[in-house]
């Protein structure tokens, strides 16, 4: 019998991530489907005006108190609760230990889009009064959740998830440097253009004006390092076989010089995005608790 084989630990990390990454797409899949299969079930009911709906077969069912409008709501109020286990985690000592940032932070938005899905199938699509301000802070935290995790890949990290200093992302630029002069004699000409290639224009100075343009830029940095290669002997010269390496290490130094460049306008926008984003989640908690108690003091119970 052969020898048994052993994983390293990169390896197993590798797998774990695998596993995690097919686990959030069943979630998200299974999820999403089920909502959509009840959006279609329910259709009928959502589109009868509101003043006829109570004569509608579905109403004792898909009314915001009924018995599937009040799951609805349990479900998707759990889901939005749950999103605060995110922030929790950054602030506990013993949560912190638990899994990666990168995979809390995926859960965190999983329950970000869900919950508001489920919190509109809950309101019937009716959101009139107090409730519409708890919807509409919950749509801003949702769409700013977006925005919120763009920026987070835009800044790079270590593998637990901690915000990277500029000098270590230089050091990572350094030893990629490094590996095109060792493998493909590249000079320092041909550097500082990949530094230029990957700084692109002048940026704004605002942070949101910043991102944009950066976004833009990061966009568009493919054509521009193939326009500057082609122009290079380092290229030109170069064997077949050694261009797609050699592509591959330029490449990663104009995302890792890029990100360098604009990790200011990043860390501010992040910064600005925390000022907005909070409190959006703090005025739909509070009218959320309101409703809730609302409802309870007018007598509706827990109905399951």
Request: with cysteine.
């Amino acid at each position: 019998m052969g020898a048994p084989t052993v994983q390293t630990p990169g390896e197993e990390s590798s797998g774990r991530s695998r596993a995690f990454r097919t686990f959030l797409a069943f979630l998200y899949l299974a999820s999403l489907t089920v909502i959509v299969g009840l959006l279609v079930r329910g259709w009928d009911y959502y589109t009868t005006p509101y003043s006829l709906r109570p004569q509608h077969s579905d109403y004792e069912f898909l009314r915001p108190a009924g018995l599937w409008g009040q799951g609805f709501g349990v479900i998707g109020t759990t889901l939005m609760v749950l999103l605060f286990l995110y922030s929790w985690r950054k602030r506990s000592r013993n949560l912190g230990k638990v899994g990666k940032t990168s995979q809390w932070l995926s859960l965190h938005i999983f329950c970000g889009v869900v919950g508001p899905l489920l919190i509109v199938l809950h309101s019937s699509f009716k959101v009139t009064g107090l409730v519409a301000v708890s919807f509409w802070a919950m749509v801003a935290v949702a769409l700013s959740g977006v925005f919120g995790r763009y920026l987070y890949q835009r800044i790079p990290r270590t593998v637990v998830g901690q915000a990277m200093a500029p000098d270590e992302i230089r050091v990572q630029e350094l030893a990629i440097d490094r590996q095109l002069r060792e493998r493909h004699a590249a000079s320092d000409e041909f550097l500082d253009g990949l530094q230029i290639v990957a700084r692109g224009r002048r940026g704004f100075e605002s942070a949101v004006l910043g991102v944009m343009a950066a976004a833009a830029q990061e966009m568009t940095v493919k054509r521009r390092l193939t326009r500057y290669l082609w122009t290079r002997p380092e290229w030109r010269e170069a064997e077949n076989s050694q261009r797609p390496d050699l592509e591959e290490l330029c490449r990663e130094k104009t995302r890792v010089h890029g990100r360098l460049h604009r990790l200011e306008q990043y860390q501010t926008a992040f910064h600005y995005w925390h000022v907005i984003h909070k409190p959006f989640a703090a005025i739909m908690v509070l009218v959320m608790g309101i409703h809730i108690g609302v409802a309870i003091a007018f007598g509706y119970r827990w109905i399951f």
